[in-house]
């Protein structure tokens, strides 16, 4: 079952915040964050594994609440290289070895 | 040296037609994928292999069917092809299964 995702679009001026959600009505083990830019592949951003975990990678970081089966990715000081779609995928307990994504999340940022 | 390639980029052919696209993995990866994405850019997982053991997403239909000659390749087959089978297809390897996605840059499959 597929996570959700939101919002669905967000538009930002160069330095703003933004917050992106990702829920699950099932249990979940893990959570990934990937982006992908208009005409490429996504690429892995980082992966969350234990419940009340966060991480960072430069001004971008995320949390995961196991309990409540959600994860959040912070951008803070967005920049222009920021814009792409991000999705959300989760690997649920018991579902095999496969990844299933929500439904992106479309992030512009303009100067 | 790309770590995930995929053949061809581009393929477009008639409906009824079988199709395949080729994916190697040159990362010493355990797992490898299937995704597809469609016109509204959802992400879809169809396959996962590793060891020989394959895990089908239920709602795939029998006309896709991976192959595996080694654990460095994994390769689509699809039979029948239809509209709606129109999508990007990405290939992704992960080191142990569920961990970070390397994904290929795609293949982009057009069928009228």
């Known amino acids: 079952q597929q996570p959700v995702q939101s919002p669905q679009a967000v538009i930002l001026r160069e330095g703003e915040d933004a917050v992106i959600n990702c829920s699950s009505s099932?249990?979940?083990?893990?959570v990934h964050w990937y982006r992908q830019k208009h005409g490429e592949a996504p690429v892995f951003l980082m992966i969350?594994?234990?419940?009340?975990e966060q991480k960072g990678h430069d001004k971008i970081s995320a949390s995961f609440n196991e309990k409540k089966q959600q994860s959040s990715l912070y951008l803070t000081a967005s920049q222009l290289s920021y814009s792409g779609t991000y999705f959300c995928g989760t690997l649920r307990r018991n579902a095999g070895n496969m990844l299933t994504f929500g439904g992106g999340t479309r992030l512009m940022v303009k100067p | 040296d790309t770590a995930v390639s995929q053949t061809p980029k581009y393929l477009v052919t008639q409906m009824g037609n079988d199709k395949s696209i080729k994916c190697e993995q040159n990362l010493g990866h355990d797992t490898m994928y299937w995704y597809k994405q469609d016109s509204k850019k959802f992400l879809k997982i169809m396959f996962s292999y590793n060891n020989k053991e394959l895990i089908i997403n239920e709602t795939v239909p029998n006309r896709f069917s991976p192959k595996s000659p080694d654990k460095a390749h994994l390769n689509l087959h699809i039979n029948s092809l239809e509209l709606g089978d129109s999508a990007v297809y990405f290939c992704a390897s992960s080191q142990v299964a569920g961990g970070e996605l390397f994904f290929g840059e795609g293949s982009r499959l057009t069928v009228l």
């Open positions: 099932k249990a979940l083990y893990s």
């Open positions: 969350l594994l234990k419940g009340g």
